[in-house]
């Protein structure tokens, strides 16, 4: 949840609207809910002070004092229920069951609707804790019904739906919901509390502009994070808020702001405002800083200041090792980040490492996330609408009403659609003979264009190997009158005939390995131990590599890996691939190798990564194509022919594989390789 960081803040917005609660309800008569008022203002200041712990205390302490059935009590209820989140979820069920029990009298709930709605709204959080989804929309859409009295509740219930869209990564529409959210509490009357006020209203602006930024809607972004701030510069003016409560939203708008400056490539006003994010003289109390410091780092990284990059990686380290359970997804972030310092640093082996824990902590995460992404909370509210209406109706006659008017409705669609059946079997059976007059014809062009294309393919084939003698004869000549030319000029001249012709016959041997070969030619298999082949792959290319002062690094197998291949097509398939990953990486830059096989799967997994140029956004889609467009030119000119890539997902297509890429531009690439075991 976007605000998460601010838990204390949450909880002290929370303990003041018990507070306006009981002040408004509770009679001067009643000394034990007179106490109750008291504590539960005592604990309000607690938590504004930062010591919600010692809050709690203080109200389980006192809760001997109060009866159990004063209705008042559900404010003590909702309170701990919300404390308990992240600490005990069960004792957070517990606790909301209590608050709602109280209401089991109808009476009590006309009575005290304000307390209903809480509780209510504190058993739907309670749900949404433990990963019930479609029971919290039932008692969110409860606690919706409960306000028809006129009541507002200043966005809290709306903010509460824009939560679940934000985990579910639906962005734009959390947006949406949000800036419901925000003009709710615009519209409702005005707390007490100027510090309630200014806590939610700047919440609610900095999570418009939180969702757009992750929607990519920068300007929307950008616009609700300047009026968010503006708010807050205006808050401090007039002294409404104490300046120690006004550095937390500050940190929180200044990171996003140099956040999505950073995402649009304004380097340095993102560094301005992190740099001034950090500077803000506040006790980090949750990890705050993680963000700006993972950004900083991020932001050196790119520009290359390898020391600055370090120093913030370690800041942000650091933090994150006090804070990391309430940082889940800046923890995944900044091992994502590391490894790419590290592979900077030709540092691999390290790099591998924390790449992997990236992988594994992002895996858990999506796991752990998997049912809220499932859960279609449109369908869901308009589910439960319909099952309420349902219940509401409660007497058969209307049933049998709905049912009769069902019935009728459902015979006129059935006799309209049989008439609309009836007129369609009309005219199939008239243009039945002509359409199959129109398929015999197809068929018949079909295999004509079949025979043409074989010929055609033929021809280029007999023209590719006839090019190939007449091509090869002049790169000889070429070599042999340069050993006897004198002339520089006429030597130049003949060495790029020579570099032509050859260029042209490697391209004419691709095409021959490619396109042009036969395509029913019989796959001859083996039984081989593919880790070794992989290593003489390696081993023969290491000499290439030298060219670059590049080094492979092979992670091998302990024990050999037996599976059936052929073994000149898969040989083909490692030299295209890391061929590819020598020529699109820097001289000097190390190329990572891996090989694993997966019992429990029956797979091998073969991994080559450089860090060379990456592959750019707009080019991922036709990578695998023949004569592809997206060829690009080695990092010292090396000539592309756009049909190794291509070549090897066919070779590994049929041995029943899979070929695919992941690619940081401007960083790595990391080809995989996976086959049956």
Known sequence: MPINRYGFIVIASFIICISLSLSSCVSSDDQSTSLLKQYVQNADSLVMAGKGDSASQILLKQRAQFKSDNPQLSAYYDYMSAHNEGINLYIMGLYADSALAIFADKDIIEKYPEDYFKALLAKGDASMAIKQYETALEYYDKAKKSLSNGNCDGGNLVSKIADIYFNQQSYAQAARYWVESYHQLQLCPKPKSS????????????????????????????????????????????????????AAPRIVVYDNLGGLY?????????????????????????????????????????????????????????????????????????????????FTQHQANDAYQYQSKYIR???????????????????????????????????????????????????????????????????????????????????????????????????????????????????????????????????????LLEATGMHSLEMINELLKSGLAEEDEPMVKQRLDINELLRDSVELLQFKANEKKQQIIFKSSETPIITSINHEKIWRVFNNIIVNAIKFSYEGGMILVNIKAIADKGKILIAIADNGMGIPDQDKDNIFEMFTSAKRVGTDGEQPFGLGLSISKRIIESHNGKLWFESSPGFSTTFFIELPL
């Open 195 to 246: 510090v309630k006020l200014f806590f939610l209203t700047q919440a609610a602006l900095d999570n418009i502009g939180v969702s757009y930024q992750k929607a990519e809607m920068f300007d929307s972004a950008a616009y609700y994070y300047k009026i968010d701030l503006a708010y807050i510069n205006k808050t401090e003016a007039l002294g409404a808020v104490d300046k120690k409560s006004i």
């Open 262 to 342: 950073f995402k649009q490539g304004n380097l340095p006003e993102a560094e301005r405002y992190l740099l001034a994010c950090i500077a803000i003289p506040i006790k980090d109390v949750d990890g705050m800083r993680i963000p700006p410091f993972t950004k900083l780092a991020e932001l050196y990284l790119q520009t290359r200041q390898y020391a600055k990059a370090k120093e913030y990686f370690a800041k942000s380290r650091n933090l994150l090792d006090l804070y990391s359970k309430d940082n889940p997804v800046p923890n995944i972030e900044w091992n994502r980040l590391y490894a790419h310092y590290l």
């Open 361 to 495: 902590l992002k895996d858990s995460l999506d796991k752990t996330n998997a049912k809220i992404h499932r859960l279609d909370v449109d369908r869901e509210l308009n589910t439960i609408h319909r099952e309420n209406l349902l219940a509401d109706m409660g007497h058969t006659e209307r049933l049998e009403k709905l049912y009769i008017i069902g019935a009728t409705v459902l015979v006129v669609l059935l006799l309209a659609v049989s008439m609309f059946i009836s007129r369609v079997l009309k005219e199939s059976r008239k243009n039945h003979k002509n359409t199959r007059l129109q398929n015999e014809q197809l068929q018949q062009t079909l295999e004509e264009l079949e025979r043409a294309n074989q010929n055609i393919v033929r021809i280029m084939r007999i023209m590719a190997h006839d090019l190939r003698n007449p091509l090869s004869g002049m790169i000889g000549l070429a070599n042999a009158v340069i050993e006897g030319e004198s002339s520089e000029e006429n030597k130049h001249l003949l060495k």
